[in-house]
């Protein structure tokens, strides 16, 4: 199986991501969710604005201690940054399930080998009708040639997307 690849998906979403953060009076409302999966740790960033107003959260996890500790969101915020200037990305459709979540960081991760994330985006511009959203799961990745290296160390490539765009009811490019 050839899984689809995802740099343009990923440039698209942080050029998305940095306009928020530019030009935050120009925009109703907006949830942003990541969650980083590296280095047996889980970075957690939300942020979101409603009425107005603004705030966010994040912290790490340490699946080694189980420890979670409260980070500054623009440090967490650099980590997100760090992934998204990766090489290339392949995406998860959703398929592979594990109850164990540290057993499905381990499969997601091959290993804790390569970084995933998991992003979700909702927003809506001043003067838009509606919002447009975004709910997808990628592992990064240095190139295509990794990518071909991490499709043959993950157990169920049924578990990659195939096919762009994507869409399904866990998750989706853009809608």
Known sequence: MAAAFYRDYIVDLNSRIDDIHAMVESYQ???LKMELLAQKNLVSYTERKVKGQV?????RRDFEAGQAVQMQQKNAFALFSGFFNLGQFLAFNGQTREKDARRFAELLTANWQYPTCAI??????KGQP???STRMHLVGLNGEADAAVYEQAIDRTDGLVAHRPFRSDLFWEWK
Do not use: C, M, P
């Open 130 to 132: 509606k919002t447009a």
């Open 120 to 125: 979700h985006l909702v927003y809506r511009k």
């Open 55 to 59: 705030d966010g959260l994040a912290y």
């Open 29 to 31: 409302s907006y949830e």
